[in-house]
């Protein structure tokens, strides 16, 4: 779960407050009532996001997979899914009525999306150079019973706060890969 003092934040839709745009929107838009600049605050917090998907515009090697704690209208499940693209900006979209994408202390890529049902946490990975089809294959089974452990994790895949960070300025604790940016 996201916490605001040692996490770095990329964009968020929860708990928008008026007050905290109210200076900068009454100096564009002076005339405005306060529905409309509720309305604005809401659509340039939306654009904010497309802004975010530039800035992390970055092509990996393989695809990401996202490792989901789901908040389900039956329970608490495991799952994953996978963005095949290899693009760090294609895991900022989502469904969901609130969503906050952010960086952890130790680096890791994650999202709280609340939902009717509840909420659900991603973590976001992507496969280390040289791991073959049968360890990623065995990694997504033990994902889909709930019987995967960090290290299962941590041996398949590799996070990606460091080429985040690359673009923010901001750095994490231990393993640090070299950053590959691929060109299209």
């Not at 809401?42 to 992390?56: H, K, M, T, V």
């Not at 209208?73 to 900022?92: A, F, Q, V």
């Not at 452990?149 to 996070?159: A, G």
Request: charged fraction near 35%; proline fraction near 2%.
């Amino acid at each position: 779960m996201y916490q605001e003092s040692t996490d770095h934040l990329i964009w968020s839709n929860y708990d928008l407050d008026l007050e905290d745009w109210r200076e900068s929107l009454e100096e564009l838009y002076p005339h405005y009532s306060e529905d409309e600049l509720y309305e604005q605050m809401y659509d340039s917090n939306a654009a904010n996001l497309d802004d975010e998907r530039c800035n992390l515009d970055i092509q990996l090697s393989s695809p990401i997979l996202v490792i989901g704690d789901l908040g389900l209208w039956y329970g608490r499940r495991t799952g994953y899914k996978e963005i095949e693209s290899g693009n760090i900006r294609d895991c900022l979209y989502s469904d969901t009525d609130y969503t906050t994408w952010y960086v952890d202390k130790d680096g890791e890529f994650r999202c709280d999306a609340t939902h009717h049902d509840g909420t659900n946490h991603y973590r976001y990975r992507t496969y280390r150079d040289g791991v073959t089809d049968e360890q990623i294959e065995d990694l997504k089974e033990k994902l889909y019973c709930g019987e995967a452990t960090e290290k299962d994790i941590e041996k398949v895949t590799r996070r990606l706060g460091d080429e985040i960070g690359a673009v923010y300025g901001w750095e994490f604790p231990g393993e640090k890969p070299k950053v590959k940016v691929y060109e299209r």
